[in-house]
């Protein structure tokens, strides 16, 4: 059986864990924090997700773990057939990570620990968030998935990537994701409404008080 390694607050354990689930894949899922030596023994970097594989290989890095249960697991696919199509799903799964998860994840201080961010540093984030918006407002189809009429691993990967950009957005950058793209905040209310995103979001709410005492911890 596969085992993830992870805990539900984190949205990359997320995309995963989506991806486990509508392949309707068994696995166990082994709750674990960064610094755990749970952890360590899978992925000597000490990041979540992690994986180890139904044959005992283990994995690491989100973007590693879908293409290896695409490759493992083609079926149901969240790849399209042809090349081309292929591209721009990887081509919108990159932007979603670079432009919008992880330049918004620069301002996570600020709502985990009420830190001061710096102007220039809120300026960048905004400028970067800002191209991946113009990106997506290109590339997404929202036909009416994102990159067209089937789910891929686009849909799932972006899905969570947009989870600290709605959260830092409006609050620290003037900057609401959903509105900025028309056609994304429909869209981002469809992919709630699945029994998997509902069971991923619930077990997300509970883990949150054990998360946030291993972050008080970190930082005490």
Not at 33 to 51: D, Q
Request: hydrophobic share 45%; aromatic share 8%; no cysteine.
């Amino acid at each position: 059986m596969i085992t993830l390694y992870g805990f539900p607050f984190s949205n990359y354990h997320n995309m995963v864990k989506h991806a486990l689930m509508v392949k309707g894949l068994d696995f166990d899922e082994q709750i674990t924090y960064p610094g755990s030596p749970e952890l360590a023994a899978v992925n000597p970097m000490g990041k979540v997700p992690a994986m180890k594989t139904a044959q005992g290989t283990t994995l690491s890095e989100s973007s590693v773990l879908l293409e290896y249960l695409e490759d493992a697991y083609p079926q149901p696919a969240l790849l399209p057939r042809n090349a081309e199509d292929r591209a721009r799903v990887r081509r919108i799964t990159k932007l979603s990570e670079l432009y919008l998860e992880l330049s918004a994840r620069r301002l996570l201080p600020a709502v985990l620990a009420n830190a001061d961010i710096p102007p220039a540093t809120l300026t960048e984030v905004r400028e970067t968030m800002e191209r991946g918006v113009n990106g997506l407002k290109v590339l997404a189809a929202f036909s009416p998935y994102v990159a067209g009429p089937e789910l891929s691993v686009a849909d799932i990967f972006l899905r969570y990537a947009l989870a600290i950009p709605k959260l830092v957005g409006p609050t620290h950058l003037n900057l609401d994701v959903l509105a900025a793209v028309p056609g994304l905040a429909e869209w981002d209310a469809m992919m709630a409404d699945t029994d998997i995103a509902r069971k991923i979001d619930a077990d997300q709410q509970a883990n949150a008080p054990e998360f946030m005492a291993y972050v008080a911890k970190r930082l005490a």
